[in-house]
């Protein structure tokens, strides 16, 4: 949002770490840990949504978890409005979990079965002491969900009798329901079935605006995610590797991971024919990194010092931040480039160690 | 042209629940040519893979059942075939990889089992001939050191190479015509990327005809020659893949195509088709996508539609195709206004 002229960060991220311990034998014993998330820091702005993408195994739903310690991490500090949340007191946290709320994937395993939609949110407001008398709790209900585009006649009914499209609504009043600030939408549309995924994305898109919500926007959907997006962070092996606002981010990446993962978007146009960079290999497992540069394995252009040394997220253009040693000819040097994302001739395939 | 190597005639699906009749296939027809990449498009609900699996008989019966039509295989009706021809043509002359791989490998079997058993079954080889070539098709498949991974279990394996092995194993016995049901719908878009380039090089190599089953238009727009969108059991627009993306006959295909974020590109808010997906227990009458048309006329589309030829071989199912045709009339929903 750039009609914002004071920005002061509502979400401060510093160094953030989530490890998962990997146990074995009879007596449990720690013999490693997936580090899923594995030093991440990021600020997000009030009323500013903040897309975070990224393959499976990155780290970008253990991201958004640990930030409303729904994970507990393991280390690092997230600062909310100012007020530190890691190692805080359950009792103390409470409060705060009303102004930040979390809208899943799938909503119907994230809604009780035997619960009709009235109920559900009539417990959301209970929960949070915001039930006050039957009217007033009554009015609320059917106002949430005249906001997130059903009828409040839909109240009295039970999640299987509504289609995914419309489950999603209700995940979304749920959450809406305490009145948040900030919401972490994980995967929000991407169970959804094409011609409904458009409308979750504008609906969430409009409620940000009229409530001036921030969002966490986790996804996978890079397409969907530059849309909905004032900034994305691209996520690696639980790293950050580049953060950037979303038209510089898809205009001009910086970081050859970010490269590569927007060529291989397919286009939904047969007369755009452009040229793939097909990256070699898996994604290395996240309890073993790979030392150096995590990205070097796989990349067109690992240098000496990439498999040594390790490349901080630093500043490359103005608000443009990414974690590669020559992040400045990312583009430049994609094969097949002609210097524009779009714009690629031939098609590049990529060493790695596989094909 | 020559003959279509596979053709369904008005094909119909039906499954019959206590409740009602589901009409999970209404009279489907297309046809796929050898070396040919039909794409089949539909959202859930749309009878895509239904279809797919009635090509190969694998409709569970009851409660489902094939009530009409024909599935010409090199000549042959698949739908009164004996179900002893059927096991000769499935996996041999018809394979089929799904969307899951872990779900469709058999845990306690190795990989090279598990391909092994699909080459002795349906050929005279011993398993000496048929584990080379197991290995040789985890090679052709890109399974970096083949001879060790033949002996890795599923679970070793990560998801783009599990879904590799399931290749593997659906083009041992090289069949003429392979259904690729959401392939890579599962994958990350990177290692998309790798088995998408895989299919189109082994098809070129193998010459055989692909039917992809899919939601993802950018898939489509890569992978297709021809195209075949279907709505609520129905094929409703059937054409050449350039067609279906430059000049759409059906609204339902506009629909789609108008709400679609694009990289690069910034709109407001998307396009929308309102309303919801059909539940397949209860299709609209008359033109199934009415409800939720933007250029919906009565009573006429309160009509069942045919699945007519507009113009060349483009053909869609809908009364105002040729106004669409024409460029009188634009199918796609309007730019949504915002209520405040």
């Not at chain 1, 995590?294 to 990414?322: K, N, W």
């Amino acid at each position: 949002m750039t009609d914002v002229i004071v920005r002061t960060p509502l979400v401060e991220v510093t160094d953030l770490r989530t490890w998962f311990p990997i146990r074995k034998g009879l007596f449990s014993r720690v013999v490693g840990h997936v580090k899923a998330v594995d030093g991440v820091s990021f600020t997000v702005d009030a009323g500013e949504v903040l897309g975070v993408v990224g393959e499976s195994g990155c780290g970008k739903t253990t991201t958004g978890r640990s930030i409303l310690r729904l994970i507990e991490p393991t280390s690092g500090s997230v600062k909310f409005d100012g007020q530190e949340l890691v190692g805080l007191p359950r009792r103390d946290l409470q409060p705060l979990r009303r102004q930040m709320q979390i809208v899943f994937q799938d909503p119907y395993s994230s809604l009780n079965p035997r619960m009709s939609i009235g109920t559900a949110l009539t417990e959301a407001l209970t929960v949070h002491g915001l039930a006050r008398g039957r009217q007033a709790t009554h009015d609320r209900v059917e106002e949430l969900l005249t906001l997130v585009g059903l009828s409040p006649s839909h109240a009295a009914r039970y999640p299987h009798e509504f289609s995914g499209g419309q489950r999603q609504r209700i995940g979304v009043a749920r959450a809406l329901a305490v009145s948040p600030r900030l919401i972490v939408a994980d995967e929000p549309v991407s169970a959804l079935d094409v011609s409904i995924q458009a409308q979750i994305v504008n609906l969430l898109r409009d409620l940000q605006r009229r409530l001036h919500l921030t969002y966490i926007f986790v996804a996978h959907d890079l397409s969907v995610v530059e849309h909905i997006s004032d900034r994305v962070a691209v996520m690696y092996l639980g790293r950050i590797v580049e953060l950037a606002p979303s038209r510089a981010l898809y205009r001009s990446p910086m970081h050859p991971y970010t490269v590569a993962l927007l060529s291989a978007i397919p286009i939904p146009d047969p007369d755009r024919r452009r040229s793939r960079i097909v990256l070699g290999g898996d994604v290395p497992s996240p309890s073993n990194p790979p030392a150096g540069c995590r990205f070097h394995p796989r990349c067109y252009m690992a240098q000496a010092i990439c498999r040594t040394d390790d490349p901080p997220l630093r500043e490359v253009a103005p608000g443009h931040l990414s974690a590669c040693h020559f992040a400045e000819q990312a583009m430049a040097m994609a094969p097949g480039k002609d210097g524009e994302a779009t714009g690629w001739e031939e098609t590049g395939r990529l060493g790695g160690t596989e094909p | 042209m020559s003959d279509p190597l596979l053709r369904l005639d008005d094909l119909k699906t039906y499954f019959h629940t206590d409740e009602a009749v589901v009409r999970a296939v209404d009279g489907v027809s297309y046809e796929v040519h050898a070396g040919e990449t039909l794409a089949v498009v539909g959202e859930s609900g749309s009878g895509k893979s239904v279809t797919a699996l009635s090509i190969l008989r694998l409709i569970p019966q009851p409660p489902g059942r094939i009530e009409g039509g024909r599935i010409l295989f090199k000549g042959r009706d698949l739908v009164t075939a004996s179900e002893a021809e059927m096991r000769r043509i499935r996996g041999a002359e018809i394979s089929m990889i799904f969307q899951e791989p872990m779900t469709s490998l058999n845990p306690v079997f190795t990989c090279g089992e598990q391909i092994v058993e699909a080459v002795v079954l349906h050929e005279r080889v011993d398993r000496r001939a048929a584990r080379r070539r197991a290995i040789e098709m985890l090679e052709l498949v890109g399974i970096p050191s083949a001879a060790q991974r033949a002996d890795a279990y599923p679970h070793q394996l990560s998801g783009g190479m599990r879904q590799r092995v399931m290749i593997a194993m659906a083009l041992a016995c090289r069949p003429s015509v392979l259904i690729a049901d959401e392939p890579t719908t599962a994958l990350d878009v990177t290692i998309q990327a790798q088995i998408l380039e895989l299919l189109k090089r082994l098809q070129q190599e193998i010459g055989m005809a692909v039917i992809l089953i899919t939601h993802d238009l950018g898939v489509v727009a890569e992978t297709a020659d021809r195209v075949a969108v279907m709505y609520a059991g129905q094929v409703v627009e059937y054409c050449d893949v350039r067609s279906a993306f430059a000049r759409p006959l059906h609204p339902y295909t506009a629909g789609l195509q108008a709400s679609l974020p694009r990289l690069g590109e910034t709109r407001e808010s998307l396009r929308v088709i309102p309303g919801n997906v059909p539940n397949p227990a209860h299709f609209p009458d008359g033109c199934r996508f009415h409800p939720r048309c933007p250029v919906m006329i009565a009573p006429a589309c309160l009509e069942p539609q045919t699945l007519r030829i507009i113009d060349d071989d483009h053909a869609a199912r809908c009364i105002r195709a040729d106004a669409i045709a024409a460029g009188t009339l634009d199918p796609a929903p309007p730019e949504q206004e915002r209520v405040p």
